[in-house]
């Protein structure tokens, strides 16, 4: 294999090293030079072009990626075609990513032009995340470094993902005065959220007095249900302190003791998550969960239990090994690797890469005791809320979600023909947030990792505007999200990736998302869409000045 410049009487049958712009046509970069693209190159007065001269067993960029990638067999995986020298790999399960380091750093020592990027070893991953790629640098390998890297693939499992199982979760709580219950209740619930990725659920919560006696009645309590029904998942015990964990005579990690079982290991070099209590009760596992997993925001409790719920739980010389890279404060609370260039959706078959979710549940109390409703008003002779979702259906971004409560018939009735999702939220007279969870857990439910909330009384915004920030979105190569701005100022709609997902759904009340966006430590990409970003309409007048007619 030879590269440099040839003469035209050598070169076909090269491989060309940079593109040429022709009287006749771009003759692109990685062209197998033809006879026919010869004499286009002779007629334009080209003497000499720069080629990848290929010798016996050479292969192309795209053979040789393909050639790797079929070398790895690992499960849970998919992977995309070869295209510019490289293949994709995807999760075609929720699970944890493993990766050995020692095989993948043997094949990127093979040859420089042969390379493999992964996510890190024992990452969260959804079915159609992207955790690996194989890269060829130059347009072509030689066949002895292809296949070098090849028995490197075959002597040893570079990386698989470990798909998650379902567990029967049983909660234990324990209770001082100074703990409120809403905080017991948003915890339940926020755990609740993290089972979801395993399909796992919370069987049971039991809450007791803060006191070692009481928690280990409760996990044995928490046990004989478990036993009582053979058919359940395996069993997993979660405790929540109302007080911090100091000493590993304190109240958890004696419990455990009392209970029968062993504890592992108190204490964890990850922060936040450094007050976790780490055992097991006969083949049960037993995690005395820190304070900060209160919180959705990823911390060492996560990685406990992802490693549980994959089925591989941590020894404690492993959990002793976590402190470089320990340090979360900083980080999204899971990782959603760059998509496919230009369009940002995973290889074909995978699901959209956005949903759209509509509010359209709220109560409308600004418009008057047994006033008008604003979403039947009719802007054109068509009802707002039909306005809206079908310029958002039309927007064809992904599918549409509608989330319904106040007067649900009523609105359902107005979407007739449309093609969405009708989500109706009983909990809709608690607030925005309810809704919100709603909606999201749809979009989760189908693999969205990103959703745009768009309000069903925004009169103004159009299909161009969705679409605007949809193409957006799909040009980010690392997770953000996408404000529509007027005039500089926040507005609406909003796209939230999957990093936020978990603190949208601790949301409470009435409040959107303007908590979480701000503390997402995500970047914020603003979208100038006009006024459209700040008109709502939540009274008669303002329906009135934005052009629309009450109805009823």
């Not at 090269?14 to 006749?24: D, F, G, Q, V, W």
Request: with cysteine.
């Amino acid at each position: 294999m030879s590269f440099g410049p040839l003469p035209l009487d050598e070169a076909e049958g090269a491989i060309l090293a940079h593109s040429l712009p022709l009287n006749t046509g771009r003759l692109p970069k990685g062209s197998r030079l033809t006879a026919a693209d010869i004499s286009r190159l002779r007629a334009e007065g080209v003497e000499q072009v720069i080629v990848r001269k290929l010798h016996e067993g050479d292969r192309t960029e795209d053979e040789a990626a393909e050639l790797l990638a079929s070398s790895i067999r690992s499960s849970r995986l998919d992977r995309g075609p070869a295209a510019t020298g490289r293949v994709n790999f995807y999760a075609s399960a929720n699970g944890l990513f493993v990766a050995d380091k020692a095989v993948v750093d043997r094949f990127n020592r093979v040859d420089p032009a042969i390379t493999l990027a992964c996510l890190a070893d024992r990452s969260d991953v959804r079915s159609g995340d992207l955790v690996a790629t194989i890269k060829i640098i130059p347009l072509a390998v030689s066949a002895t470094s292809l296949n070098a890297a090849i028995s490197v693939l075959e002597a040893g499992d570079a990386f698989c993902v470990r798909s998650y199982r379902p567990y029967a979760v049983h909660l234990v709580a324990t209770e001082l005065p100074s703990l409120k219950r809403s905080v017991m209740d948003k915890t339940a619930r926020v755990l609740e959220a993290r089972l979801d990725r395993s399909g796992s659920k919370l069987a049971g919560e039991r809450r007791v007095r803060h006191e070692a006696e009481a928690v280990a009645d409760a996990l044995r309590a928490s046990l004989v249900g478990a036993a009582a029904d053979p058919g359940a998942f395996p069993s997993l015990l979660v405790v929540f302190g109302a007080s911090a964990v100091c000493d590993a005579e304190d109240v958890i990690p004696k419990a455990i003791m009392l209970a029968g079982g062993t504890v592992e290991r108190v204490g964890l070099p990850v922060d936040p998550g450094n007050l976790l209590v780490l055992g097991h009760i006969g083949d049960v596992p037993v995690i005395g969960a820190p304070g900060c997993a209160r919180s959705p925001k990823d911390n060492g409790f996560d990685w406990v239990l992802n490693r549980i719920l994959a089925g591989v739980p941590p020894s404690a010389d492993e959990m002793a090994g976590w402190g470089v890279g320990g340090l979360l404060m900083e980080i999204p609370s899971r990782p959603l690797p760059r998509l496919a260039a230009n369009t940002g959706a995973g290889p074909a078959g995978h699901a959209p890469d956005l949903g759209i979710v509509v509010l359209a549940a709220g109560r409308a109390s600004r418009m008057g005791e047994g006033g008008p409703h604003k979403l039947l008003a009719e802007f054109e002779g068509e009802a707002l809320v039909r306005r809206v979702v079908r310029q958002a259906v039309e927007a064809d971004c992904g599918p549409v979600f509608v989330v319904t409560g106040h007067r649900s018939a009523d609105i359902t009735k107005a979407l007739s023909g449309l093609d969405v999702e009708p989500i109706e939220n009983p909990a809709y007279a608690t607030g925005m947030a309810s809704s919100l969870r709603a909606g999201l857990t749809a979009a989760e439910a189908v693999g969205l990792p990103a959703i745009m909330v768009l309000l069903a009384d925004m009169p103004g915004v159009t299909t161009g505007d969705i679409q605007l920030m949809a193409k957006i979105l799909r040009r980010m190569e690392t997770p953000a999200i996408i404000r529509a701005v007027a005039d500089g100022q926040r507005g609406n709609p909003v796209i939230l990736p999957a990093h936020t997902f978990e603190a949208l759904k601790a949301l409470e009340g009435d409040i959107g998302a303007r908590a979480v966006i701000e503390s997402s430590g995500l970047p914020v990409i603003d979208v100038e869409i006009g006024a459209a970003a700040r008109l709502d309409v939540d009274t008669p007048e303002a329906v009135v000045a934005a052009g629309g007619t009450l109805r009823d």
